[in-house]
T-cell receptor, first 115, second 114 residues
Framework: AQKITQTQPGMFVQEKEAVTLDCTYD???????LFWYKQPSSGEMIFLIY????DEQNATEGRYSLNFQKARKSANLVISASQLGDSAMYFC????????????WGAGTKLIIKP | NAGVTQTPKFQVLKTGQSMTLQCAQD?????MSWYRQDPGMGLRLIHY???????DQGEVPNGYNVSRSTTEDFPLRLLSAAPSQTSVYFC?????????????FGPGTRLTVT
């Protein structure tokens, strides 16, 4: 079974609009962490945001926020006021304590911002 | 700080050849890992290490060896290259295995096996 599911292979969004990238996860571990990374066309992996399973507040980092719904096992990334530079692949990943903290990745969502 | 460095950036191998991908970090991170990224897929963990002298297998370890003799270095060895190992390889490190610490990634090595 997929541990991390990103159901949107690709998305087009108008510049300045907000965008939500979906991520659902599967775990029976009580202690885990969820990450979002951005990969521009240049290929590097850029850390965006982290949410711990015990964190009660949704994580925020500038224009990025993580909509964490623990009961639904979802960890959607919200980008407010999108910019042309946000065009990239976005990956959701999970790290579980019971798996020795190995980072498991989703297949990614390709986001294209239209001017 | 140089962060995480990887060499080479590009490599072409013939089937059956062996080679070592180098990875080094200067942040005194305990945790290091190797991933491969194939088109249309997320990263898949090959091997990881929680400290010098300790390594373990990830999701796709077959055909690869690692060692961690120092905190700084974590080389990945391809024993006998196969076309299925054509991929982009990323090395990453984090301060510790768990917790909120992000993984810092190297720039990647693009490997082609013919």
């Amino acid at each position: 079974a997929q541990k991390i599911t990103q159901t949107q292979p690709g998305m087009f969004v108008q510049e300045k609009e907000a965008v939500t990238l979906d991520c659902t996860y599967d775990t029976s571990d009580q202690s885990y962490g969820l990450f979002w990374y951005k990969q521009p066309s240049s290929g590097e992996m850029i850390f965006l945001i982290y949410q711990g399973s015990y964190d009660e507040q949704n994580a925020t980092e500038g224009r990025y926020s993580l909509n964490f719904q623990k009961a639904r096992k979802s960890a959607n990334l919200v980008i407010s006021a999108s910019q042309l530079g946000d065009s990239a692949m976005y990956f959701c990943a999970m790290r579980e304590r019971d798996s020795n903290y190995q980072l498991i990745w989703g297949a990614g969502t390709k986001l294209i911002i239209k001017p | 700080n140089a962060g995480v460095t990887q060499t080479p950036k590009f490599q072409v191998l013939k089937t059956g050849q062996s080679m070592t991908l180098q990875c080094a970090q200067d942040m005194n991170h305990e945790y290091m890992s190797w991933y491969r990224q194939d088109p249309g897929m997320g990263l898949r963990l090959i091997h990881y290490s929680v400290g010098a002298g300790i390594t373990d297998q990830g999701e796709v370890p077959n055909g690869y060896n690692v060692s961690r003799s120092t905190t700084e270095d974590f080389p990945l060895r391809l024993l006998s290259a196969a076309p299925s190992q054509t991929s982009v390889y990323f090395c990453a490190s984090s301060l510790v295995a768990g917790g909120p610490g992000e993984q810092y990634f190297g720039p990647g090595t693009r490997l082609t096996v013919t």
